[in-house]
């Protein structure tokens, strides 16, 4: 049984960093897309950052980001244990919300994870973890 675990939220000034962690166990896929949504109470889940991985290998494929985090945020996979983590620098008051792991196989080897924010491309979700920006 696959079970995706978040970790790394908490509460943090503006212009401060976080680094969240997703975990996967019983995660046999390979290769992936594996990445990070974001909600805010009322609000549809936006994609926030992708990575299309290949586990047993020290390259992944193509890494996607929403355009309000590009060149903010950086999505990569522990090599060690394979936790895709999102590292979070710069970060405003806006980033606030629950921040959810998803993760989908790939059935090629297209390094490509397609539409990626799209919330129904994605079969395993995590319970989500929290991160507050305050200004």
């Known amino acids: 049984q696959v079970q995706l675990v978040e970790s790394g939220g908490g509460s943090v000034q503006a212009g401060g960093s976080l680094t969240l962690s997703c975990s996967a166990s019983g995660w046999t896929a390979n290769p992936s897309c594996m990445g990070w949504f974001r909600q805010v109470s009322g609000t549809e889940r936006e994609g926030v950052a992708m990575?299309?991985?290949?586990?047993?290998?020290?390259?992944?494929?193509?890494?996607y980001f929403a355009d309000s985090v590009q060149g903010r945020f950086k999505i990569s996979r522990d090599i060690t244990s394979n936790a895709v983590l999102l590292q979070m620098n710069s970060l405003k008051p806006e980033d606030t919300g629950m921040y959810y792991c998803?993760?989908?196989?790939?059935?090629?080897?297209?390094?490509?994870?397609?539409?990626?924010?799209?919330?129904?491309?994605?079969?395993?979700w995590g319970q989500g973890t929290q991160v507050t920006v305050s200004s």
């Open positions: 990575l299309y991985r290949r586990d047993g290998s020290q390259y992944d494929g193509n890494r």
């Open positions: 998803a993760a989908t196989p790939r059935t090629s080897y297209s390094y490509d994870c397609g539409s990626w924010a799209d919330t129904t491309k994605y079969i395993y």
